[in-house]
């Protein structure tokens, strides 16, 4: 069963800076394309970005791409968001996703970043 | 970038009914079209991918259709676990895109 654990989350200071991770089990991670999705409060779903299974290459959302990077660790299974300069409008539960060709075959549980002061 | 209109934002229906919803997107992404199920209080499941090839463990009741710019989402026989939120991704440009959601109710 695959399964993609997100960590990371909570409550953080406008301004401040944020890394989520992911771990993935039960599948190769090594052989996926992952992405990173978020959903506000209001149920809107945003994609973040994505990277190449060897690391080697990432896409992002054009209005988060200064602030957002995307990386992982395909020795511990381990896929990362660093944020930096977060914003209120950044508050949302983070999604880790991937297994698909563009779409999100596998998502993990969310993990919910609160920006406030 | 392409946008995606997803309707109607909410939906309610009678058990046994078929109810269908609808991606429409900007330009032609050539069928490369995701629809995710989002139950109350859990992760969304993706349903359908390449617009009408059906994920593993998807009940045959869910199918998904269109070409072009028109995408659709049918389910037939309405069951009260179908309850939950749907929404539709492209996946033929960066950046991906979701619709904007629709919330399924029973009547």
């Known amino acids: 069963e695959v399964q993609l654990v997100e960590s990371g989350g909570g409550l953080v200071q406008p301004g401040a800076s944020l890394k989520l991770s992911c771990v993935a089990s039960g599948v190769i991670f090594s052989d996926y394309w992952m992405s990173w999705v978020r959903q506000t409060p209001g149920k809107t779903m945003e994609w973040i970005g994505d990277?190449?299974?060897?690391?080697?290459?990432?896409n992002y959302a054009p209005s988060l791409k200064n602030r957002f990077t995307i990386s992982r660790d395909n020795a511990k299974s381990t896929l990362y968001l660093q944020m930096s300069n977060v914003r209120s409008e950044d508050t949302a539960t983070y999604y880790c996703t991937g297994g698909g060709y563009g779409y999100s075959a596998y998502w993990g549980q969310g993990t919910l970043v609160t920006v406030s002061s | 970038d392409i946008q995606m209109t997803q309707s109607p934002a909410s939906l309610s229906a009678s058990l046994g009914e078929t109810v269908t919803i609808e991606c429409r997107a900007s330009e032609d992404i050539y069928s490369n079209l995701a629809w995710y199920q989002q139950k109350p209080g859990n992760s969304p499941q993706l349903l359908i991918y390449?617009?009408?090839s059906l994920a593993d463990g998807v009940p045959s009741r869910f199918s998904g259709s269109g070409s072009g710019t028109q995408y659709c989402l049918k389910i037939n026989s309405l069951q009260s676990k179908d309850v939950a939120s749907y929404f539709c991704q492209q996946y033929k440009n960066y950046p991906l895109k979701f619709g904007s959601g629709t919330k399924l109710e029973i009547k």
């Open positions: 390449d617009a009408n």
């Open positions: 990277i190449k299974y060897d690391g080697s290459y990432t």
